[in-house]
């Protein structure tokens, strides 16, 4: 398999749940991201992990915590989320932060809905 | 604070070419990105462009002013399956990603 596998595709949960999105990547990049895409709004970074080590914390709520045992994995722990948290969670990953050209490489993203 | 406008949406007819035209306002510039991204699939990468000029692959093209803080995507002969949103993105100075909200561009045969 390659590329940027995200899971679940698709997750409802309620707000005192407790839940995990999961993403690999098998390009052998160093950089992961996750992103929140809300309908006609621009992407909104969240996290950012450059060789395992978290970089940027975009003011994200604590609600969402973001864990990356590796270089090839990332996980975003979520717990009492609120209905405006529901929107579509993408993954990335690119060679490293910051370097020139290099593109993010997208999963399909873990489509959310929070009740 | 900085800020990438593009149109919201498009419609163009099969065969046809169309421009899709983004304007940025970011502090510093280190390249700008185009995307395409089908419902309910990943953003894929189209174009990148950091000097000023027209970049050409196949059907796509990606045009950058860099003095007028301008870029187009322009695409030719026009396929069903080009109906999709097409996102912008500038890289700013300390090479945070900027996005627009995208352009959903609409096929008619």
């Known amino acids: 398999e390659t590329g940027v596998t995200q899971t679940p595709r698709h997750l409802v949960m309620g707000m005192t749940n407790k839940k995990s999105l999961k993403c690999e990547q098998h390009?052998?990049?160093?950089?992961m991201y996750w992103y929140k895409q809300s309908a006609k709004k621009p992407l909104e970074l969240m996290f950012v992990?450059?060789?395992?080590?978290?970089?940027e914390n975009n003011s994200v709520p604590s609600r969402f915590s973001p864990e990356c045992p590796n270089s090839s994995h990332l996980f975003l722990h979520l717990h009492t989320l609120q209905p405006e948290d529901s929107a579509l969670y993408l993954c990335?990953?690119?060679?490293?932060?910051?370097?020139?050209?290099?593109?993010?490489?997208f999963g399909n993203g873990t489509r959310l809905t929070v009740t | 604070g900085q800020n990438i406008d593009q149109p919201t949406e498009m419609t163009a007819t099969e065969g046809a070419i169309v421009q899709i035209n983004c304007t940025y306002q970011?502090?510093?510039?280190?390249?700008l990105f185009w995307y395409q991204q089908h419902a309910g699939e990943a953003p894929t990468f189209l174009s990148y462009?950091?000097l000023d000029g027209l970049e050409e692959k196949g059907r796509f093209s990606s045009f950058l002013s860099r003095s007028k803080g301008y870029s187009y995507l322009l695409l030719k002969e026009l396929q069903m399956k080009d109906s999709a949103s097409y996102l912008c993105?500038?890289?700013?100075?300390?090479?945070?990603?900027?996005w627009g909200a995208g352009t959903k561009l609409i096929i008619k045969p």
């Open positions: 993105a500038v890289r700013d100075r300390n090479y945070q990603l900027i």
């Open positions: 990335a990953s690119s060679q490293e932060r910051g370097t020139g050209g290099s593109p993010l490489h």
């Open positions: 992990y450059n060789f395992k080590e978290q970089t």
């Open positions: 390009l052998g990049h160093n950089a």
């Open positions: 970011t502090s510093g510039f280190n390249g």
């Open positions: 462009n950091v």
